[in-house]
């Protein structure tokens, strides 16, 4: 892990206090809508691995913080 990854596992650790974070974090984290967000999930555009819980319509969705700030530093070296 680089350490852009790790200062931005730091701060999303330091901010929400657990290592998965829900769909409205991860919007509020991207600054993008929570049906955006779905949009994205919805049609596999999502470039962040997570995992559905469950198999109804609204299963939950987790996003492993250490997915989120791999994104989010590649992001910032683009």
């Given at each position: 892990?680089?350490?852009?990854t790790?200062?931005?596992?730091d701060?999303?650790?330091?901010?929400?206090g657990?290592t998965?974070?829900t769909?409205q974090?991860?919007?509020?984290?991207?600054?993008?809508?929570?049906?955006s967000?779905e949009?994205?999930i919805?049609?596999?555009?999502?470039?962040i691995?997570?995992?559905?819980?469950?198999?109804?319509?609204?299963?939950?969705?987790v996003?492993?913080i250490?997915?989120v700030a791999?994104?989010?530093?590649?992001?910032?070296?683009a």
């Amino acid at each position: 892990m680089n350490s852009t990854t790790q200062m931005y596992v730091d701060l999303l650790y330091r901010k929400y206090g657990k290592t998965q974070l829900t769909r409205q974090e991860l919007a509020e984290t991207l600054e993008i809508s929570v049906s955006s967000l779905e949009g994205l999930i919805l049609k596999g555009d999502l470039p962040i691995r997570y995992k559905r819980i469950g198999v109804s319509q609204k299963a939950r969705y987790v996003f492993p913080i250490i997915e989120v700030a791999n994104f989010l530093a590649f992001a910032d070296a683009a």
